[in-house]
């Protein structure tokens, strides 16, 4: 495999791993705002209920009650721990595109320095092509 190939195929790779962190990212917004919304209408659950039971409640309604927090606290437990599986394969994911780009970027520097190296060659080739050019001309 050329150099030119490896880095073509690790800047692909980093570009990858790229869209799988903003893929990761947008869908933890998504959860985190849907966690929001879970709060709020379980704060709004319990302040109505907190208001009805200032006046009594049947023992039916309470279990009503009971069972309509149950179920919004489970939600929100559930929203919970995916937006922290989420965050975890967040920081995952963002570890891989610092592994990456590093790798990149060593290559980038790799390519660069054989670069230099046979621009130096070639100069000294240059080089010695006009001295010889040169030594010719002044023995005729």
Excluded: H, P
């Amino acid at each position: 495999m050329t150099l030119d190939v490896l880095r073509r195929y690790r800047a692909q790779l980093e570009e990858v791993v790229r869209m799988d962190l903003f893929r990761l990212r947008r869908e933890l917004q998504d959860i985190e705002a849907r966690a929001r919304l879970i709060e709020e209408r379980m704060r709004l659950t319990t302040d109505a209920y907190l208001a009805k039971a200032g006046q009594g409640v049947a023992l039916e309604e309470f279990l009503v009650w009971q069972s309509t927090m149950t179920a919004e606290m489970s939600r929100s437990e559930a929203a919970k721990q995916v937006e922290g599986q989420l965050r975890e394969a967040c920081d995952q994911k963002q570890s891989e595109l610092r592994e990456a780009m590093q790798d990149r970027r060593t290559l980038e520097r790799l390519a660069e320095r054989m670069r230099q190296q046979r621009r130096l060659v070639q100069n000294r080739v240059d080089q010695m092509e006009m001295d010889e050019a040169a030594r010719r001309s002044t023995m005729m």
